[in-house]
């Protein structure tokens, strides 16, 4: 199954300040997705992903808060933009390399904003 | 949308079967029944899944019901390593589609 790399694996951030995080992808892979975790809760959905085109956000999310960019098929970045404490938890990238595995996940960007 | 119902904690003695349980009641025909865990924040990892039959690999077996409203995952002999919040999620197979995720069933295997 594919392999993701994210980075950072932690940050702490100023608040108003904004964070680009990365995802690489070790094979060319359709859809990547974003998610977010805060703290003691399950996974949220905030966007797909699309080479070549905006991406597709999920409610409550808006691209001017979480631009996403999606230059090729093995990467992707979120930004969290004008960042408040309410913005800490743990952002995850997702790809479905198209395999009998399901999705494959990152590590985890863990963002606290202080 | 999350589709599931899992019961939010079970306990299990390690060495023991661990059998989650997950309702999916409004299950479409083309949707597959996929399992994750989550250990201690890492990212999930894939377990199994299933459309209709039973499934094993090596991490588990899947237990679907005939009318496909509920499933089971069965760890054989759970480890302390088993700890972690496990995710049942029903969707289209093998494609690209969204991928939601419910609360899940927090494990924790006791020695």
């Known amino acids: 199954s594919a392999v993701i790399s994210q980075k950072p694996s932690r940050d702490i951030c100023q608040r108003g300040t904004s964070l680009t995080i990365q995802c690489q992808v070790d094979s060319q892979v359709t859809m990547m997705f974003w998610y977010r975790q805060q703290p003691g809760q399950s996974l949220t959905l905030i966007a797909t992903?699309?080479?070549?085109?905006?991406?597709?956000?999920e409610s409550g999310f808006v691209i001017d808060k979480f631009p996403i960019s999606r230059p090729n098929l093995t990467f992707s970045t979120l930004t969290v933009s004008n960042m408040s404490p309410e913005d800490s938890s743990i952002y995850l990238c997702?790809?479905?390399?198209?395999?009998?595995?399901?999705?494959?996940f990152g590590s985890g960007t863990r963002l606290t904003v202080v | 949308d999350a589709k599931t119902t899992q019961p939010p904690s079970m306990d299990c003695a390690e060495g023991r079967a661990a059998n989650l349980p997950c309702n999916h009641s409004t299950i479409s025909g083309n949707e597959y029944v996929y399992w994750y865990r989550q250990i201690h924040s890492q990212g999930p990892q894939y377990i199994i899944h299933?459309?209709?039959n039973n499934e094993t690999n090596e991490m588990a077996s899947l237990i679907i019901t005939e009318d496909r409203k509920s499933s089971t995952l069965i760890l054989p002999h759970a480890t302390l390593r088993d700890t972690a919040v496990y995710y049942c999620?029903?969707?289209?197979?093998?494609?690209?589609?969204?991928?939601?995720f419910g609360t899940g069933t927090s494990l924790t295997v006791i020695p």
């Open positions: 992903a699309n080479q070549g085109s905006e991406a597709t956000y």
């Open positions: 997702s790809a479905f390399p198209g395999d009998t595995y399901g999705y494959t």
């Open positions: 299933g459309l209709k």
């Open positions: 999620i029903v969707r289209p197979g093998n494609t690209g589609n969204q991928f939601y």
